[in-house]
Every structure is written in C-alpha cells, then in structure tokens.
C-alpha cells in the first residue's frame, strides 16, 4: 500500500512538472498576443477565483481564518505574495518576449539557490556535493558576467531569486500551499484590479464581453497556475521532498528543450557553456538527493 502512494506521489509529481514545463508554457505564449501586462493581471484574478472555489470544495475556510488570525503570518503571506506576483510577471515577461530558455536558467538553478539560502537563513548543513553544485552555479553566471555580459538571462534570475525567496518565506511559517496561495493573491488582487481597469480605460484591453471565446481562453489562466500546484503537491505528501525534488526538473528540462526546438530561440555558444555548467552543477545536486532519499 505504502508503495502504491509512494508511485501514485511520483506520477501527480510528474504530471504537475510537466503541465509547468510543457502545457503551461504552450498556453501562456498562446495567449502572450493579450500583452504580458494583461495576462499577468489574469493570472492574478483569475487564481483568486480559482483557489476561493477549491478552499470550498475542500471545505479548508477554517484553516483560512485560522491563517489571517495570526499576525506574524499574516505579514509574511503579503511579502511572499509580492515575491510571487514577481515571480508570475518576470516569467510571463520571458514568455512572451521568446526568452523562455533563459527562464529554464531560473528553474534549473532554483532548487540549489534555495539550498544556499536555507544554509544562510536557516543554517542547514551543507555537504561537499551541494557545496560543488553551488560553487558551480557561481561559476556559471559570472562565466557569463566575464565573457558576454548581455548574455546574462537576466529573467532566469529574477525568477529563481523572486522564487527561492518566495520559498524561503513560506518555509518559515509553515502554512497550507493553496490557502497561502489564495491569501497571497489576496493581497495582490486590488492591486492588479485597479491596473486592470486602467488597461480598460485605455482601450487596451482583450479580454471583452464582445468575444466570449478570448474570455473564456484568458479565464484559464487561474486553472492553468492551480491544477499543476495541487497535482505536485499533492505528490510531495505522498512520496516525499527528495523525490519530487528530482522529478520536478522535468519543468525546466521541457521548458529549455520547447524554448530551444519549437520556439527557435536565439542560443549562443557563450550562453551553452553557461548552461552545460549547470547541467553538471544539476546532475551532482540530484545524485546528492537519490542518495540521501
């Protein structure tokens, strides 16, 4: 039984890097013609509604007051809520610009910043494998920073930044994944309405009820963001950090090779030795956790 939950964690885990990897980036550039401002602001709303209906599906309200009850909370969620809205945004900004091989950067190199910053802020302990990976990891950028300073995917660190941070926040208190996520969008939500009605003032807008079909298109944006973060997590109860840690390189691994064979994006040789940095830097962080898992 115990290994049935444990392949059942493996497969939601891997279904969900995937949806990031390949469905979320074929949809986002699908809809990038709305303008990356305007998708954003989708993203935004339209996540709230979703996660405000999933909180009464899975009848979790009283895990929301509980939340929003406590002030220490309370004030990281609104931090962390601005991390990810810099997160969403950096990203769809990379999407929509053909930059999306520089935002797998970000993703490849997330998960050994976050080790980095859980060393700094929460003194865990390092090994030798880690520590190679990071001083890899360093190595790669300034590589880049030395050799061809407008090569550096500029993106791909904010998003591992904006994201290694995000996780850092949401490690110290500790709460629910999507009833963080809804509080957080909670937090952005006036924000990007006020935004969205300058968009309209303005005429720039595609989302209108002239079009029902655009509406609908651009709606999904919340589902898009929410059905992959359920199905991961949903995998880590199940089976674990160390695995789904492995698994979740599927999303920059797609994302790289869509970016690279469907999208046609510029890749320099400079930028390649960067990225063949990291993949190594990749490979000894992911032998590190088979081994510890």
Not at 10 to 30: C, D, H, N
Not at 31 to 38: C, D, L, P, R
Not at 153 to 175: C, D, E, H, M, T
Not at 206 to 219: E, K, R, T, V
Request: with cysteine; proline share 3%.
């Amino acid at each position: 039984m115990k290994n049935k939950e444990f392949n059942k964690g493996i497969g939601l885990t891997a279904l969900g890097s995937f949806w990031w990897g390949v469905i979320g980036v074929i949809y986002f550039k699908y809809i990038s013609f709305a303008g990356h401002i305007e998708v954003v602001v989708h993203r935004c709303i339209w996540t709230a509604s979703s996660l405000i209906l999933s909180t009464f599906y899975f009848s979790k309200w009283n895990i929301f007051f509980k939340i929003i009850s406590d002030r220490r909370k309370l004030i990281t969620l609104f931090f962390s809520g601005i991390l990810i809205f810099i997160n969403w945004t950096v990203w769809i900004y990379a999407v929509s610009t053909d930059q999306i091989i520089d935002a797998s950067f970000g993703y490849f190199i997330m998960p050994i910043l976050s080790v980095l910053l859980g060393y700094i802020f929460f003194n865990e302990k390092l090994n030798s494998k880690r520590i190679v990976s990071i001083i890899l990891v360093i190595i790669s950028i300034f590589f880049l920073i030395i050799f061809n300073f407008k090569s550096i995917p500029w993106v791909g660190l904010f998003v591992a930044l904006s994201w290694g941070f995000y996780n850092l926040l949401r490690k110290k208190i500790n709460v629910d994944t999507d009833v963080g996520l809804l509080i957080e969008s909670l937090f952005i939500l006036p924000f990007v309405v006020v935004i969205f009605y300058f968009i309209i003032q303005n005429n720039m807008n595609d989302f209108s009820f002239s079009n029902p079909p655009l509406m609908l298109l651009l709606l999904l944006a919340g589902p898009m963001t929410v059905i992959p973060l359920f199905l991961y997590v949903r995998g880590v109860e199940l089976c674990g950090l160390g695995a789904t840690g492995m698994i979740f390189y599927i999303t920059p691994t797609f994302q790289f090779i869509l970016g690279f064979f469907y999208y046609n994006e510029p890749f320099s040789i400079t930028k390649l030795v960067s990225f063949i940095i990291i993949w190594i830097a990749v490979f000894i962080y992911l032998k590190d956790l088979y081994e510890n898992n």
